[in-house]
C-alpha cells in the first residue's frame, strides 16, 4: 500500500469529513500516516474519532507530514454540492507543491482546474478525481441476470445521510469472515473505493439510466470471481431523504431481499434541517422497504449524542419494539447479525 495523507481543512470531527472517518478505521489501498487539520491539530485521528488509538496524527499542516514520507494526498471530506469547502483548495495546492499526488473524490474535479492541472504537471504529480463519470461506451444497462444469482444479498441502507452505512457493511463483511462466511461488499461510493474496494461503482456520478446496470454487473461480476456466499451493498443517502432519495435500486435492480438498516435514534430531521422534513419512523421505514418486496433483518443504531447509557437503552427499547436484532456497531461490532446470514446462506443451498 502507498503511504498518504488526509486533508480535512478543519472538519475532521464533523459529518463532512466521513471520508476521512472512514480511511482511519480501514483501508486495503492506502496506508493513512497522518491528517491535515488545523482544528484538531496535536491530537491521534482514532482518537478523535472514537476514542481509539490508531497511531495516526492529526498535524496543522502539509509541511508537518513530510517527514512520514507520504506519496498521496486524499481529499478527506464529502460537502454538500461536493464542492471545495474553506482553503482547501489552498492545501492542496500545498501538497501538489510538496510532490504528493491527489487523490479526490469531490465533484470538483482538480482535473478540470487549468492552473492546477499545470501545477501537477510542473511538479510531476498525478491527480486522480474519483467521479470522472465513465465513458458511455464503459457503462453497462440492466440486463435481468440479476435473478440468477441465488446467493444472498443483503443491502445495508439508512433512515438519512451520514450514518454509518458504510462502515456497517464493512464491520459485518469483516465479522463474516472470522466467523469464516465469504463476504463481499459492493462500493457506492467513492470512500468505498478509497478503502480498497474492487467490486462496485460511484453511485452520484452515474447516468441515471444506467445505475442499475452497474449495480447488477458489479454484483454479478463479484459472484463471478469470488465465488462468495453472501454480498453487502452500501447504501447511499435513504429512501425518503428529499435531497436524494435513494436505495430502492438496490432493492429492485440489486434483488437485496435483504436489509440492515441504519438509524440514529437522535437525529429528527433529515442532515439535521428543519426545512428538509423530520426523518420517517422507523416502523415506517421496515413497513416501506417490505413494500418494495424486502425485509430488516437487522437494525444498527448510530449513536451520535448519546451517552454509553443512553445508547443501550436505545437498543433495549428497539429490539422490544421490533422484535429484531438491534446491533451498536461502533461500541460491540456487528456479531450478533451472523446467525441470521449463516440461515440465509443455508436456506439458499
Known amino acids: 500500500m502507498k503511504k498518504a495523507i488526509i486533508v480535512t481543512n478543519g472538519l475532521l470531527a464533523t459529518e463532512n469529513a466521513k471520508t476521512a472517518h472512514g480511511l482511519i478505521r480501514e483501508s486495503n489501498r492506502f496506508e493513512i500516516v497522518a491528517v491535515v487539520d488545523f482544528a484538531n491539530a496535536g491530537k491521534d485521528a482514532g482518537e478523535l474519532l472514537e476514542g481509539k488509538?490508531?497511531?495516526?496524527?492529526?498535524?496543522?499542516?502539509?509541511?508537518?507530514?513530510?517527514?512520514?514520507?507520504?506519496?498521496?494526498?486524499?481529499?478527506?471530506?464529502?460537502?454538500?454540492?461536493g464542492v471545495f469547502p474553506g482553503s482547501l483548495i489552498e492545501e492542496v495546492k500545498s501538497a501538489i507543491k510538496s510532490k504528493l499526488s491527489i487523490v479526490n473524490g469531490l465533484h470538483d474535479h482538480l482535473i478540470e482546474r487549468p492552473d492546477i492541472k499545470k501545477m501537477a504537471e510542473e511538479n510531476g504529480v498525478t491527480l486522480i478525481d474519483i467521479r470522472i463519470p465513465k465513458k458511455r461506451e464503459d457503462l453497462h444497462f440492466w440486463t435481468g441476470k440479476i435473478f440468477d444469482i441465488k446467493i444472498p444479498i443483503i443491502a445495508v441502507i439508512g433512515t438519512d445521510c451520514a450514518l454509518g452505512k458504510r462502515t456497517t457493511a464493512r464491520f459485518v463483511m469483516n465479522e463474516c469472515k472470522k466467523t469464516g462466511i465469504n463476504a463481499q461488499m459492493i462500493y457506492t461510493g467513492q470512500t468505498g473505493w478509497l478503502q480498497g474496494g474492487k467490486y462496485g461503482f460511484i453511485f452520484d456520478s452515474t447516468l441515471n439510466d444506467f445505475v442499475s446496470g452497474e449495480l447488477e454487473h458489479a454484483i454479478l461480476t463479484c459472484e463471478?470471481?469470488?465465488?462468495?456466499?453472501?454480498?453487502?451493498?452500501?447504501?447511499?443517502?435513504?429512501?425518503?431523504?428529499?435531497?436524494?432519495?435513494?436505495?430502492?435500486?438496490?432493492?429492485?435492480?440489486?434483488?437485496?431481499?435483504?436489509?440492515?438498516?441504519?438509524?440514529?435514534?437522535?437525529?429528527?430531521?433529515?442532515e439535521h434541517e428543519v426545512g428538509w422534513g423530520e426523518i420517517h419512523s422507523i416502523k415506517s421505514e421496515i413497513e416501506l422497504i417490505k413494500l418494495l418486496g424486502s425485509n430488516v433483518i437487522a437494525v444498527a443504531l448510530n449513536t451520535e449524542n448519546c451517552s454509553d447509557e443512553e445508547a443501550y437503552k436505545f437498543q433495549a427499547e428497539y429490539e422490544k419494539d421490533l422484535k429484531l436484532p438491534i446491533m451498536l456497531p461502533l461500541k460491540e461490532g456487528c456479531e450478533k447479525i451472523i446467525p441470521i446470514i449463516q440461515q440465509l446462506i443455508s436456506s439458499n443451498h
Do not use: M
Open 53 to 81: 488509538y490508531r497511531n495516526i496524527p492529526v498535524v496543522k499542516n502539509i509541511e508537518e507530514a513530510l517527514h512520514l514520507k507520504p506519496s498521496y494526498c486524499i481529499v478527506g471530506v464529502a460537502t454538500s454540492g
Open 224 to 270: 463471478e470471481e469470488t465465488k462468495a456466499d453472501v454480498i453487502l451493498i452500501e447504501g447511499q443517502s435513504a429512501l425518503r431523504n428529499p435531497t436524494g432519495p435513494c436505495g430502492s435500486e438496490l432493492l429492485i435492480s440489486g434483488n437485496a431481499k435483504s436489509v440492515i438498516l441504519v438509524h440514529a435514534p437522535t437525529r429528527k430531521y433529515y
